[in-house]
């Protein structure tokens, strides 16, 4: 009895709940593990974009979609262990930018933890962003699960340092989803050594979650939906038996398995991308595991906008979405099929006419 | 032969000798006429990815990259909450006027056909579907 209350996730419906905006899911998660000691929760927020305009005026839509965000997770019973917020908290990663968000994230209560973006990173590579958040890689241990936070939004040196005649030119280039200029993502040298030497200390039973803000898989290279040397990262994680990666950047629900590891990605409280898919010119590779998001309706401002809070049960990774202006979604591993997998739409029979992209 | 008659003769014969008849465009203009194509949807991709056409410098292209997601092949279309069929260029006026917080093109505006230009280049080999959701 005690087992099944200790581990539910559950909102509370509160008249701040209600004026934010109607009814919130009174019951997302219910789940009883054999042993709930090991389960806990984490609320993730991604992609806000707040975009200055100038002065003191910013994109209202870009953020309210923050804004709400942030209210929603303040709403969360039982509290959530941390806040993770997973990268382009700005758009063309000026302090205004960074600031604005910054103080918006600041009502968020509770330990908030940073993934660095593009978007907030190639105006100064990220000088401002450590100031305000810390390190732009860095691991912690919470609970018995060993996290990850990478930079995935590096690139090759000679286009971050030689190519570009001025920063913000750069940070331009850089910021077109579509922009044949810009250049793939990767984690680099670096870091790659930095994180087989953090993941050496880690013993292999236990479940490793890493953060980043790109898919450290491949999916479409055209809008770096691509991590350069994911085969690479992916290698340093296959030792393990529990491993998920959660990533932002792509604006859509995404998750895939490969191997032991489990990808998940999480939506941007900003605006929607299109699939992949529904670029006529394009190959891509959208894991075929994968439910697609309904398809946006432009008419409501924050359609397939939102944030998520993930439970670790078990060491593995379930993700509740919560969409503004939309059913909410749950993600979650399939401990028989050990993949995720959508709790309502996996079955194909069970899918709906808006999760069809063209 | 009336004095008419001889002008519309002349006339005639003027026209023969110097220009082709309607069906005998060459290589040549076939190219001309695709680069004409082509600069009109290079403007319109840079309209499209332009801070400047709306007023708080958000672009299509933030929401749309490569114009993907805006379905030009299903156009005209019924769409719900403008409660009627409009073509293209009209939902491109809902765009310009909700996220980019600016103010619609007339229809035939060039930075519209340049809009449209571009944004069928984006689809093309899609077949038509119109009225499609």
Same mark, same amino acid.
């Given at each position: *009895?005690?087992?099944?209350?200790?581990?539910?996730?559950?909102?509370?419906?509160?008249?701040?709940?209600?004026?934010?905006?109607?009814?919130?899911?009174?019951?997302?998660?219910?789940?009883?593990?054999?042993?709930?000691?090991?389960?806990?929760?984490?609320?993730?927020?991604?992609?806000?974009?707040?975009?200055?305009?100038?002065?003191?005026?910013?994109?209202?839509?870009?953020?309210?979609?923050?804004?709400?965000?942030?209210?929603? %997770?303040?709403?969360?019973?039982?509290?959530?262990?941390?806040?993770?917020?997973?990268?382009?908290? @700005?758009?063309?990663?000026?302090?205004?930018?960074?600031?604005? =968000?910054?103080?918006?994230?600041?009502?968020?209560?509770?330990?908030?933890?940073?993934?660095?973006?593009?978007?907030?990173?190639?105006?100064?590579?990220?000088?401002?962003?450590?100031?305000?958040?810390?390190?732009? !890689?860095?691991?912690?241990?919470?609970?018995?699960?060993?996290?990850?936070?990478?930079?995935?939004?590096? %690139?090759?040196?000679?286009?971050?340092?030689?190519?570009?005649?001025?920063?913000?030119?750069? *940070?331009?280039?850089?910021?077109?989803?579509?922009? $044949?200029?810009?250049?793939?993502? *990767?984690?680099?040298?670096?870091?790659?050594?930095?994180?087989?030497?953090?993941?050496?200390?880690?013993?292999?039973?236990?479940?490793?979650?890493?953060?980043?803000?790109?898919?450290?898989?491949?999916? !479409?290279?055209?809008?770096?939906?691509?991590?350069?040397?994911?085969?690479?990262? #992916?290698?340093?994680?296959?030792?393990?038996?529990?491993?998920?990666?959660?990533?932002?950047?792509?604006?859509?629900? #995404?998750?895939?398995?490969?191997?032991?590891?489990?990808?998940?990605?999480?939506?941007?409280?900003?605006?929607?991308?299109?699939?992949?898919?529904?670029?006529?010119?394009?190959? #891509?590779?959208?894991?075929?595991?994968?439910?697609?998001?309904?398809? @946006?309706?432009?008419?409501?401002?924050?359609?397939? %906008? =939102?944030? #998520?809070?993930?439970?670790?049960?078990?060491?593995?990774?379930?993700?509740?979405?919560?969409?503004?202006?939309? %059913?909410?979604?749950?993600?979650?591993?399939?401990?028989?099929?050990?993949?995720?997998?959508?709790?309502? !739409?996996?079955?194909?029979?069970?899918?709906?006419? $808006?999760?069809?992209?063209? | 032969?009336?004095?008419?008659?001889?002008?519309?003769?002349?006339?005639?014969?003027?026209?023969?000798?110097?220009?082709?008849?309607?069906?005998?465009?060459?290589?040549?203009?076939?190219?001309?006429?695709?680069?004409?194509?082509?600069?009109?949807?290079?403007?319109?991709?840079?309209?499209?990815?332009?801070?400047?056409?709306?007023?708080?410098?958000?672009?299509?292209?933030?929401?749309?990259?490569?114009?993907?997601?805006?379905?030009?092949?299903?156009?005209?279309?019924?769409?719900?909450?403008?409660?009627?069929?409009?073509?293209?260029?009209?939902?491109?006026?809902?765009?310009?006027?909700?996220?980019?917080?600016?103010?619609?093109?007339?229809?035939?505006?060039?930075?519209?056909?340049?809009?449209?230009?571009?944004?069928?280049?984006?689809?093309?080999?899609?077949?038509?579907?119109?009225?499609?959701?």
């Amino acid at each position: *009895m005690n087992v099944i209350n200790n581990s539910r996730r559950n909102f509370i419906k509160t008249a701040g709940a209600l004026a934010i905006g109607g009814t919130l899911p009174i019951s997302l998660v219910e789940l009883a593990f054999a042993d709930s000691s090991q389960n806990f929760s984490f609320a993730y927020i991604s992609d806000a974009h707040i975009q200055h305009i100038k002065d003191n005026r910013f994109v209202r839509n870009w953020d309210r979609g923050l804004i709400r965000a942030v209210a929603e %997770t303040n709403l969360l019973l039982p509290k959530p262990d941390f806040v993770m917020f997973g990268g382009d908290l @700005a758009q063309l990663g000026s302090k205004a930018e960074l600031d604005h =968000g910054a103080q918006i994230l600041s009502a968020l209560h509770g330990d908030v933890r940073y993934v660095m973006g593009e978007h907030d990173y190639y105006l100064d590579l990220g000088e401002y962003w450590e100031k305000l958040f810390g390190p732009q !890689y860095y691991s912690f241990d919470h609970k018995g699960v060993h996290f990850v936070v990478l930079n995935s939004i590096r %690139t090759y040196d000679d286009w971050t340092f030689k190519r570009w005649p001025t920063a913000e030119q750069r *940070m331009l280039e850089m910021a077109g989803l579509d922009n $044949p200029n810009s250049s793939p993502f *990767m984690v680099g040298e670096e870091q790659r050594l930095w994180l087989e030497k953090d993941l050496d200390k880690v013993d292999k039973n236990t479940p490793v979650v890493v953060f980043s803000h790109s898919p450290l898989q491949k999916i !479409y290279k055209g809008w770096n939906f691509w991590t350069e040397d994911a085969d690479q990262i #992916q290698a340093l994680l296959k030792p393990f038996k529990k491993v998920s990666v959660i990533y932002g950047h792509v604006h859509q629900i #995404q998750y895939n398995q490969i191997g032991n590891i489990s990808f998940n990605s999480v939506m941007a409280t900003a605006w929607p991308w299109p699939y992949p898919q529904s670029y006529a010119q394009a190959e #891509q590779y959208l894991p075929k595991l994968t439910v697609p998001m309904n398809r @946006a309706d432009p008419f409501f401002e924050r359609d397939a %906008t =939102g944030w #998520q809070f993930i439970n670790i049960a078990n060491g593995n990774a379930d993700l509740n979405f919560t969409l503004s202006d939309n %059913t909410g979604r749950i993600v979650r591993y399939n401990d028989k099929q050990k993949r995720p997998e959508d709790t309502l !739409y996996q079955d194909e029979q069970t899918r709906i006419i $808006p999760q069809t992209h063209y | 032969m009336s004095t008419y008659q001889k002008i519309a003769m002349t006339l005639y014969l003027a026209f023969a000798a110097t220009s082709a008849l309607a069906d005998e465009f060459t290589e040549a203009d076939v190219q001309r006429w695709q680069q004409q194509f082509m600069s009109v949807v290079s403007e319109g991709r840079e309209l499209w990815t332009s801070p400047k056409l709306g007023t708080n410098g958000v672009a299509c292209a933030q929401c749309h990259p490569n114009a993907a997601n805006t379905h030009p092949e299903t156009y005209p279309k019924f769409q719900k909450q403008l409660g009627k069929v409009v073509p293209l260029w009209q939902m491109i006026n809902w765009c310009l006027k909700n996220p980019l917080e600016g103010q619609p093109l007339a229809a035939d505006d060039p930075k519209m056909t340049a809009l449209q230009a571009y944004v069928t280049y984006e689809r093309r080999g899609v077949k038509l579907e119109p009225g499609k959701h």
